[in-house]
């Protein structure tokens, strides 16, 4: 007798990992505990990377009150650029050396979470980062003697507190340059949802429709992973339910915390893959300047119905994560993805196309061009060539 192979299983059962160490503190008041794990660490001096705006919300005030009360000396680096570059890497570290630090803390979005990995990096790794490129392979040139890094996330979005990855744009290419290593996880999360609760709307959206979009696209993702899969799918069906909850009611503890949770679980599931979105959303932040989380929102749709010929019983299962009636048949939910997709996006006001978001026209080739350079769209369960890269390009403008 024979029994029929679930369909999210091949044939042939390959062997997958999961890198998941970071511990992960989460709830209202998380961030209490951030001198206990520090002392855990042992870490006495720790450098605080902030962005101006995380100072101007008097966060990065708290974290260095809570530290000074604990009797640690802490050090500032609080100009992280939007998206960090090399200077950021230079800056961060002089801050690091003149103050003798011994680890560091990472407050703010996925900017100063990364740019304190690149500080993490250069701490004890020779320069210049891209070395480390993770496109020409450089992630073998990642040792494990990184000093601590504690990620405070005041998003929920990139999920950076978890990943493994620093996205840098370098001057040299222009472009976005992703530093990959198991090594660059931080050691501990901090994930306060109270931290999110006076985040402006538009940030509260295009930071939610990122860790939707790691969920969405790491659940489509071409190849076999179990295990992120489940998790991957879990950060669909909360941002899903809870984003467009955080964005009308912005102090809704349940819905902030649910969004921190899918922030995570969309961080942790995309170490399977991404795809097409997060390639367009690459050459997007470079090309016209547009929010990565925005940028991902605006092309997701038509991703979607790209990658419907290909990935019925997946699309399907989306369709029920996001609240649809499973009795409708598989073809019929696969089918009303797209939409759903498209109806979540405008329920948190993201524009519905790209030239809405201020994108213009003749840049687009550009767009393409820059997306098909992207690692990303290799995740893609439906190939994509660069016209493929254009198509969608177009068709989200
Ligand atoms: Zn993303």
């Known amino acids: 007798m024979t029994t029929a192979i679930p369909f999210d299983l091949p044939e042939d059962l390959p062997v997958v990992e999961l890198s998941w160490p970071t511990r992960v503190v989460l709830g209202p008041g998380a961030l209490s505990r951030l001198p206990v794990h520090l002392a855990a660490l042992g870490v006495r001096r720790p450098l605080v990377v902030a962005d101006p705006g995380i100072v101007k919300a008097g966060i990065a005030g708290r974290v260095h009150a809570l530290l000074d009360a604990a009797g640690m000396r802490s050090t500032a680096f609080e100009e992280v650029q939007p998206n960090p570059t090399d200077r950021d890497a230079t800056l961060g570290l002089a801050a690091w050396r003149g103050g003798g630090c011994d680890g560091l803390v990472a407050v703010g979005g996925g900017s100063s979470i990364d740019a304190a990995k690149l500080i993490q990096l250069l701490a004890t790794h020779e320069p210049p980062l891209s070395r480390y490129d993770d496109a020409t392979g450089g992630d073998r040139f990642v040792r494990s003697d990184l000093p601590p ?45 109270r931290l999110t609760v006076d985040l402006p709307p538009p940030i509260t959206a295009a930071t939610g429709m990122d860790a939707f979009t790691h969920g969405l696209e790491a659940f489509l993702a071409a190849g076999f992973h179990p295990l992120a899969d489940a998790v991957a799918i879990d950060a669909v069906r909360r941002a899903a339910r809870s984003l467009p909850v955080a964005y009308r009611s912005p102090g809704d503890l349940h819905a902030r915390t649910d969004m921190m949770i899918a922030a995570l679980e969309g961080a942790i599931a995309f170490q399977k893959g991404l795809g097409a979105a997060h390639a367009l959303a690459h050459a997007l ?4 300047g547009l929010h990565h989380g925005l940028a991902n929102a605006v092309v997701l749709p038509a991703v979607v119905a790209f990658l419907r010929p290909v990935a019925t019983a997946r699309l399907a299962q989306v369709a029920i994560a996001m609240g649809a009636d499973p009795a409708q048949g598989e073809a019929a939910l696969a089918d009303g993805a797209a939409p759903r997709v498209r109806a979540l996006a405008a329920s948190v006001g993201i524009p519905a196309r790209l030239r809405d978001a201020g994108v213009r026209e003749e840049d687009l080739p550009r767009v393409g061009a820059k997306a098909f350079e992207d690692a990303s769209h290799r995740g893609s369960p439906r190939p994509c060539t660069e016209a493929d890269l254009l198509g969608l390009a177009r068709a989200a403008w």
């Open 285 to 288: 932040g470079p090309v016209s």
């Open 149 to 193: 890094l504690v990620a405070i996330p005041t998003t929920a979005g990139t999920g950076s507190e978890v990943g493994r990855s620093a996205v840098v744009t370098l001057p040299d290419t222009g472009r976005k340059t992703v530093i990959f290593s198991p090594h660059l996880m931080p050691r501990v999360a901090i994930c306060d949802p």
